[in-house]
């Protein structure tokens, strides 16, 4: 039980910063194509949040603190920024939906944990498609702006971010 609060605390907290980066790019300048999307990310994910938070406050009677550390930088554009944002939203989601899957299947859990789990997975492999698809289309963008020393720190934050997030488990 303890893990799971855990576990789903981490999802909160990590929900609650992609709805807050992704509200602040919706309908703006060089995502108007995307913008579509994020009506339904947004939507779904404010769901995965509110059930999340449930969980915890049902079964744990808390929302376990969020680790520090892990997301600080100094990026000099905006195109820089966004491309963190959503890498790190695409890292969160992939490092979840992996124990989301493994949870849903292993029997060892009560029912409650894997339907949960099974749920969260359904949903995430939209969003980890759609959100693959767009780091990728803001990489290649960035590229062709970027000087060799800020796509170095563009690499050295996101290797910095993963170490963290697995290190936050």
Not at 17 to 38: C, D, K, Q, W, Y
Not at 127 to 143: C, M, P, S, W, Y
């Amino acid at each position: 039980k303890h893990e799971s609060v855990n576990f789903y605390s981490l999802n909160v907290h990590g929900i609650r910063e992609l709805l807050v980066e992704v509200v602040n790019r919706i309908h703006t300048a060089g995502f108007e194509t995307p913008s579509e999307f994020f009506h339904h990310f947004i939507g779904e994910e404010n769901e995965h949040m509110w059930f999340f938070a449930e969980f915890c406050l049902r079964y744990g009677k808390k929302i376990y603190r969020q680790p520090s550390g892990g997301a600080e930088a100094a990026v000099p554009s905006d195109k820089i920024q966004s491309l963190l944002v959503f890498a790190r939203i695409l890292i969160f989601e992939e490092l979840v939906d992996h124990f989301n899957s493994a949870m849903a299947e292993d029997e060892r859990l009560h029912e409650t944990i894997r339907g949960i789990n099974r749920i969260h997975h359904q949903d995430e492999s939209r969003h980890i498609a759609f959100g693959r698809e767009l780091v990728n289309l803001l990489h290649q963008d960035l590229k062709q702006t970027a000087t060799e020393q800020e796509l170095d720190e563009v690499s050295t934050y996101l290797r910095r971010y993963m170490k963290h997030s697995f290190e936050s488990l």
